[in-house]
């Protein structure tokens, strides 16, 4: 089977990329390298440099190889930046998607992995939030990925495309290799860790006044690597299942105060904190339900403890303190 993972050299992307490679799937990885890291991606995988929503890039790249499925990552992703230029996240996000499924379908690509959000959900109005919770995004990047989840109905309507669409809670944590670096951080444990590094002063926390335990944000984090295992399943599972839309989380929330302590138990370390006001387009609580996919594909996660989340990204950015950065910089 070979696979085009388009986002390959970005956080997820390119550790499913190298799990499907583990498993013996052939992988090209598509990505324009304006979030992601050429380093990040794996050896064995054909890497191919252009935009995942650019037409002529993407027949040119069909046009000479045959995919028997597209796992799709490639996405702008920060909340608050999408509520001040909505515009950029419609662009990338939803039109830039529906270029690739449209080549897809020229070529007669049947197979889907759609990287999809908690965020399609809003506010919730019940916890934890399972599939079936209304859908009423509070930012543009919620609203951008529930475009694509809507065209994705549609296309199977009309055509039979097979689809999975993983809503993600907080993926966090890192394999041996591959950690969180994006090339504008805005993810809050990542964050964290760059105080006890030395590269930042403090953590700001944004929003005190939720209707919380503690008044800060809760969220759900699950680690990376049963990430990763979910979306193996979810392209074997579309064998058996046309259209598959599951959520991916531990089922457990923690505030952003939490995950501070945590941290400093962690990196034995001092961090402190900044006290700002909230983000626009930050819901207070989002907790997942992910008995769908457990009972439907039989995913069990196995590292999504949070300590256990938490002290895996610290070993990886202590190896890595400029992250992929170094291993990028040209040499003399």
């Not at 809760?218 to 979910?230: M, N, P, S, W």
């Not at 945590?262 to 989002?286: F, H, N, Q, S």
Request: aromatic letters at 8%; a negative charge.
């Amino acid at each position: 089977m070979r696979v085009l993972v388009t986002g390959g050299a970005g956080y997820i992307g390119s550790v499913v990329a190298d799990r499907l490679l583990r498993s013996g799937r052939s992988v090209v990885v598509l990505d324009n390298l304006c979030m992601g890291w050429r380093a990040a991606v794996p050896p064995d995988a054909e890497f191919v440099q252009a935009d995942a929503g650019d037409p002529v890039a993407l027949r040119s790249l069909f046009e000479k190889t045959h995919f028997d499925a597209v796992m799709h990552f490639a996405g702008l992703i920060e909340a608050a930046e999408s509520v001040k230029s909505p515009e950029a996240y419609f662009e990338n996000n939803s039109a830039g998607t529906l270029s690739l499924l449209q080549t897809m379908l020229r070529y007669g690509v049947q197979r889907f992995v759609f990287s999809s959000t908690a965020a399609v959900y809003g506010e919730p109005q019940q916890l934890p939030i399972p599939e079936d919770h209304p859908l009423s995004p509070t930012n543009a990047y919620g609203e951008s990925k529930l475009i694509v989840e809507r065209m994705l109905t549609w296309l199977h309507h009309a055509h039979g495309l097979r689809y999975a669409s993983l809503r993600y809670f907080n993926a966090a944590g890192a394999t041996g290799d591959r950690g969180e670096e994006h090339r504008s951080e805005s993810h809050l444990i990542p964050l964290i860790l760059r105080v006890p590094l030395g590269l930042r002063d403090a953590i700001s926390i944004y929003g005190t006044d939720y209707p919380t335990k503690d008044g800060t944000c809760v969220r759900d984090f699950i680690h990376l690597d049963d990430l990763a295992t979910a979306h193996l399943l979810a392209l074997d599972g579309l064998e058996r299942h046309p259209q598959l839309v599951c959520n991916l989380g531990s089922g457990h929330g923690f505030s952003v105060r939490e995950i501070i302590n945590i941290a400093r138990k962690v990196t034995g370390r001092d961090i402190p904190v900044v006290e700002c006001a909230r983000r626009p387009g930050d819901p207070a609580v989002l907790i997942a339900s992910s008995d769908k996919i457990r009972k439907v594909l039989g995913w069990n996660p196995q590292y999504s403890d949070i300590e256990s989340i938490v002290r895996s990204a610290w070993e990886w950015h202590k190896s890595h303190i400029r992250g992929y950065e170094t291993a990028e910089a040209p040499t003399a």
